[in-house]
């Protein structure tokens, strides 16, 4: 034995002994995870238990972070007991998550990082689809972009909220972050680069410097741009790490996007009411005609009751009589007196005022 293996001996007997309390205690919280299961399944209740609680897990995820004191990042921790909990949750109740697809794209990395990779993730071929399925109850929830830090507002999400009476139970943060990829056997130069248009856009300075002369080719999603590159090794395209995996693409260029700091926002929708984790996000629809004031009469009682707004994007009403609607983000759980006071007096002055759900703060640091 090496001199190496005799000082490594010690720790590896230590790491051993680690996995093995490890083992047990993971089995003993799936254990309370089973019973917790059995209690709220025997609950007399009209409706059925619910059993994925995100203000819940948010808690968790929240005093972990504060309790850690490393070496593992807040973030690893997060995805450490993100993946405990789905594993657990999937005791109790296997979840069917839809999203926005195909396979390999952005806000399937953004169920998995909600839900963990023990949820069941199904890809839907529109963002209506995705509503379509969780309203009808074949799937439990739906996961759905809904804003992008470059690129603004996905207004296809917005709209589809007019007609529906869904909750947002969630939110996501994900770092978007471009890769050129293509076939692991490739050779010889790239003829074209595909990916989705806003990718495209996002890439523009350092395609420009690096592939100035060829054609860029926009296609309906940075995963299906992977999945013609899988087939034509004279086509490079742009997408993320996930989208690389599931086609076998050789990565050529990483983070290539202009803005380092790129992040989308994903929903996650359900039809349930969310309790408050004590550091919430509420959003509301408000309608109102096109009338001078009319914004004005909207938001003055965020400030007499001191409520702090994160977003509010306008959309136009579906009605056709030029009536506009307004989509409001704000701090605070729709629970807590004062959100409860601002609402009340949107009412007063707005054609219809709809809470879209209270729910945690993105947990996770991106």
Request: glycine share 6%.
């Amino acid at each position: 034995m090496s001199t190496d293996d005799d000082a490594l001996q010690p720790l590896r007997q230590r790491i051993d002994a680690i996995d093995q309390q490890l083992l047990k205690l993971f089995n003993e919280r799936a254990q309370c995870a089973l019973e917790v299961g059995v209690i709220k399944q025997g609950q007399p209740t009209e409706q059925a238990p619910v059993f994925y609680r995100p203000e819940r897990e948010a808690q968790i995820l929240r005093r972990l972070q504060g309790d850690n004191v490393g070496p593992l990042s807040d973030q690893d921790v997060a995805g450490l007991f993100r993946e405990v909990i789905s594993c657990c949750l999937n005791l109790e109740q296997p979840l069917t998550v839809a999203y926005f697809g195909p396979a390999g794209t952005y806000t399937e990395a953004a169920a998995v990082k909600q839900f963990g990779h023990f949820a069941n993730t199904q890809p839907m071929a529109s963002i209506d689809e995705v509503f379509r399925e969780v309203e009808s109850q074949a799937v439990h929830y739906g996961v759905v972009p809904v804003e992008n830090s470059t690129e603004g507002m996905v207004n296809h999400t917005l709209d589809c909220f007019l007609s529906s009476q869904l909750r947002i139970c969630a939110e996501v943060e994900l770092p978007i972050h471009h890769a050129l990829m293509r076939l692991e056997s490739a050779e010889g130069e790239i003829r074209e680069i595909r990916s989705h248009a806003q990718s495209l856009a996002q890439c523009r300075g350092w395609l420009d410097q690096h592939y100035p002369g060829v054609p860029r080719v926009v296609v309906a999603s940075n995963a299906e741009a992977a999945r013609q590159a899988a087939a034509d090794p004279s086509v490079a395209a742009i997408a993320g790490e996930m989208a690389a995996d599931r086609y076998k693409l050789r990565m050529l260029s990483t983070r290539i996007e202009d803005h380092p700091d790129n992040k989308t926002r994903f929903l996650v929708l359900g039809n349930q009411n969310v309790g408050p984790s004590g550091s919430d996000k509420t959003s509301i629809l408000v309608s109102v005609r096109n009338e001078p004031g009319a914004l004005l009469r909207v938001l003055e009682p965020f400030q007499r009751f001191d409520i702090s707004l994160s977003r509010i994007e306008t959309r136009p009403a579906r009605s056709g009589d030029w009536s506009y609607v307004f989509f409001i983000d704000f701090d605070g759980h729709q629970s807590d007196p004062n959100a409860t006071s601002v609402i009340e007096a949107i009412g007063d002055v707005a054609l219809e005022v709809r809470c879209l759900g209270s729910y945690p703060k993105t947990v996770v640091p991106a």
